[in-house]
């Protein structure tokens, strides 16, 4: 038997509770309901990766898991990465595509690159592409739409003060002069060089969202994000075309085909690809590349923890969102120095889950 052929796939559901209210224009993020797969090989050698949901769905992802995609990984070889994600995607190919089909080969995906850095003794950003380890990061921890144009204020003074290049404000109040106030509240505390980010979550419609984008544009928004429903190009591609802010997208998409279709029709300008919903490292590195070849940045959406090495290893990877969810389960804590996340340079995908707080927050 190879010594690669791995011996044991396992998956559990762990709920991690929020640090912090945080709110958007559509949904409260209540908790992080994560599903997480653990592989062994022969050799002895061991991954865990993992995915997400925000409150909902966590237990039809574990039993995707365990009914259909792990009994088909034990005796396979955990070196063929890109053959084992194929595999398990055409065994799910009547539920795609789909978020709980993406969610369930993420966690996958992300434990077999875990062993193959392992197994190579390299950390994920070199493996993955080996760009640069540091990267750029913004907060959105600060910019929740619940919170308050001073409270928005004294959080994006704090990130600047700290040499951070960017903050993120949630909008979608009932008024676009609602959001524009409190833009324009953070903008003149701020001053013209931070990189103010804001983020619809999918809450606008075709008519009110030109009125938004008008109503923002004066405070020179780095990017207006999601403002559309996610499957809707051809609206987002007309607001592309209506206004100067740059339009971010990707958060809510499941699919490589989804953001050929995006950008071909110039309707992104930002790509916000998750390693979770996307399926994975394998296929977000695939939508990097793409964005890439059509000259676009990839400022990946939320788990900084693991997308601090994926931005790391791609050249056009540019941002890395500061939301920390992690903390109550791992030892370390993403590194941020000088206004830069910090990609891990140990082997693997940079994770290191602590044993017994996994085990305190495991769902039965």
């Known amino acids: 038997m190879s010594s690669s052929i791995i011996t044991a796939a396992t998956a559990r559901l762990v709920d991690i509770a929020v640090e912090q209210d945080r709110t958007d224009a559509v949904q409260s993020f209540v908790k992080q309901e994560t599903v997480l797969v653990d592989l062994e090989t022969a050799d002895g050698r061991a991954g865990t990766g993992y995915a997400y949901t925000i409150g909902t ?14 009994p088909a990984l034990v005796g396979q070889d955990a070196r063929n990465v890109e053959a084992l ?38 950390p994920l950003w070199r493996l993955a592409g080996g760009h640069r380890q540091e990267v750029p990061v913004y907060d959105t921890e600060g910019g929740w739409l619940h919170l308050s144009a001073e409270e928005l204020v004294k959080s994006a003074l704090r990130a600047q003060e700290s040499g ?14 609602e959001d524009a106030e409190r833009l324009r509240a953070v903008r003149e505390a701020v001053g013209p060089s931070l990189h103010i980010m804001t983020d619809a979550n999918q809450s606008q419609s075709a ?67 998750d390693a979770a919903r996307i399926g994975g490292i394998t296929p977000w590195l695939k939508v990097a590349h793409l964005a890439e070849s059509h000259n676009v940045m990839v400022c990946p959406h939320f788990l900084m923890e693991l997308h601090v090495s994926l931005a790391a290893a791609v050249p056009n990877g540019q941002y890395v969102e ?28 940079g994770i290191d889950w602590d044993p017994d707080a996994l085990d305190d927050r495991r769902v039965a």
Request: with cysteine; aromatic share 6%; proline share 6%.
């Open 57 to 70: 769905g966590g237990s039809s992802v574990l039993a995707l898991l365990r009914d259909h995609l792990l």
């Open 164 to 177: 951070w290049a960017g903050v993120k404000i949630k909008v979608g109040r009932p008024h676009p002069a």
């Open 207 to 273: 008519s009110s969202v030109l009125r938004l984008a008008a109503a923002l544009e004066p405070y020179d928004p780095y990017w207006l994000e999601e403002p559309l429903p996610a499957d809707d190009i051809s609206g987002h591609a007309r607001l592309a075309a209506a206004t100067r802010i740059p339009v971010a997208v990707g958060e809510s998409m499941y699919s490589l085909m989804q953001f050929r279709g995006y950008l071909e029709a110039g309707a992104a300008s930002v790509v916000q690809v």
């Open 322 to 349: 500061y939301i920390p969810q992690l903390r109550a389960v791992t030892r370390t804590e993403l590194t941020i120095r000088d206004g830069k996340a910090v990609a891990p340079d140990v082997p693997g995908i």
């Open 85 to 122: 994600w194929q595999r398990l995607f055409a065994l799910t190919r009547a539920t795609t595509t789909g978020a709980i089909t993406s969610l369930a080969l993420a966690a996958v995906d992300t434990a077999l690159w875990d062993v193959r850095c392992k197994r190579a003794g390299e």
